[in-house]
């Protein structure tokens, strides 16, 4: 009996990785092919634009994803001092914890030399701040619990406002009102545009998006 035991949790431990590392493909989106007036967008890998449906939907924008993407409006710039606020709700569907937040300091969006700061949160109320240069990313921080954060409900909701705040030389990252994390400015990318990105198969209301220069 209790070698029949001793190979029953054996197996289980075997098991629960391979359940954690199920894959998880992009969902079959359909998409107009088109973006609201003003707006631009990277899919990641390169996927058509019409994998990504992107409607406007008062207050705001709705968007739901097969593939990942980055959105953003090019007037949307600064240099210097700025507040940087985002509105985001995450609606029920995800399967996996995917992060949904916002970016700055964004250079050549559509090149090959991309790069940007990117700020996200995640479902289970974590958050995460990377750099991307090209195809390679860093972290800046890794993901990180935070009570700032609002974490989903039961039926898979949560709302949040993101900020970031650039000011003589530093930068603060906030979750509805309070820092979660601060940095050296030189640190991090503060000089380009403002956008969100929000990771595959997620469904993301954009209540705002809005850049108050200092």
């Known amino acids: 009996m209790r070698r029949?035991?001793?190979s029953t949790a054996f197996a289980l431990m075997l098991a629960a990785p391979a359940a954690a590392q199920q894959p998880d493909p992009d969902k079959a989106v359909q998409g107009s092919g088109t973006l609201p007036a003003g707006w631009m967008a990277r899919v990641d890998g390169d996927a058509?634009?019409?994998k990504v449906k992107f409607e406007t939907m008062p207050p705001g924008w709705h968007i739901t994803l097969g593939p990942a993407a980055i959105f953003y409006q090019p007037a949307d710039t600064f240099s210097g001092n700025a507040h940087l606020v985002a509105t985001l709700h995450l609606f029920p569907g995800a399967t996996?914890?995917?992060?949904?937040?916002?970016?700055l300091g964004g250079q050549d969006l559509q090149g090959a030399n991309q790069s940007y700061t990117y700020f996200l949160i995640r479902g289970d109320g974590k958050f995460l701040?990377?750099?991307?240069?090209?195809d390679a990313t860093t972290n800046v921080v890794g993901w990180t619990a935070n009570a700032a954060i609002k974490a989903a409900d039961s039926t898979g909701h949560s709302s949040n406002e993101l900020s970031i705040l650039v000011k003589d030389g530093k930068v603060s990252f906030m979750a509805n009102g309070k820092e979660v994390y601060s940095a050296n400015a030189a640190d991090v990318?503060?000089?380009g545009v403002v956008g969100v990105r929000i990771n595959h198969n997620l469904s993301i209301h954009l209540e705002k998006l809005q850049v108050h220069r200092m």
Do not use: N, Q, V, Y
């Open 129 to 134: 701040i990377k750099r991307r240069k090209g």
């Open 48 to 50: 058509p634009l019409t």
């Open 96 to 103: 996996h914890p995917e992060s949904f937040g916002m970016f």
């Open 189 to 191: 990318d503060t000089k």
């Open 4 to 6: 029949l035991l001793a």
